[in-house]
C-alpha cells in the first residue's frame, strides 16, 4: 500500500508559476513510476507527465509540453510538477499517481496503469 498526499495548489494569475509536490509512504517509493494527471471542471481526468523509478525518462502531454517539468527525489520520497506559463486552461484538480514497475526506465501513460492516487490539488489560473 502506497499512500500519496499532493500539496502545492492554489490560485495564480495566468503566465505565473506553481511547483506540485507529492509525498509517498508506506512502500519504496522507488520501486513506483511516477505520473501527474488533473481533471478540470465538468472534464474527464487527462494524463498530463509521467516519469520512471529512475527518474532518467519522462514523457508529458501535448498541452503541458515545454512548460511543465516533472521531477522526484527518490530519497525524499516525493515527485514534483514545476508548471510554469500557466494558462486559464490549466485550471483543474491535479492527481499524482503511482504504478508498481520492475522496469525502472519504464513510465505509464494511462491512468489504469496506476495503482496509487492521492486525493488530489486543485489549481486555479485566472486570466
Known amino acids: 500500500q502506497v499512500q500519496l498526499v499532493e500539496s502545492g495548489g492554489g490560485l495564480v494569475q495566468a503566465g505565473g508559476s506553481l511547483r506540485l509536490s507529492c509525498l509517498a509512504s508506506g512502500r519504496t517509493f522507488s520501486m513506483y513510476a511516477m505520473g501527474w494527471f488533473r481533471q478540470a471542471p465538468g472534464k474527464e481526468r487527462e494524463f498530463a507527465a509521467a516519469?520512471?523509478?529512475?527518474?532518467?525518462?519522462?514523457d508529458y502531454a501535448d498541452s503541458v509540453k515545454g512548460r511543465f517539468t516533472i521531477s522526484r527525489d527518490n530519497a525524499k520520497d516525493t515527485v514534483y510538477l514545476q508548471m510554469n506559463s500557466l494558462k486559464p486552461e490549466d485550471t483543474a484538480v491535479y492527481y499524482c499517481?503511482?504504478?508498481?514497475?520492475?522496469?525502472?526506465?519504464?513510465?505509464?501513460?494511462?491512468?489504469?496503469?496506476?495503482?496509487?492516487w492521492g486525493q488530489g490539488t486543485s489549481v486555479t489560473v485566472s486570466s
Open positions: 499517481a503511482a504504478g508498481i514497475t520492475v522496469d525502472y526506465r519504464r513510465k505509464f501513460v494511462a491512468a489504469g496503469e496506476y495503482d496509487y
Open positions: 516519469i520512471s523509478r529512475s527518474g532518467g525518462s519522462t
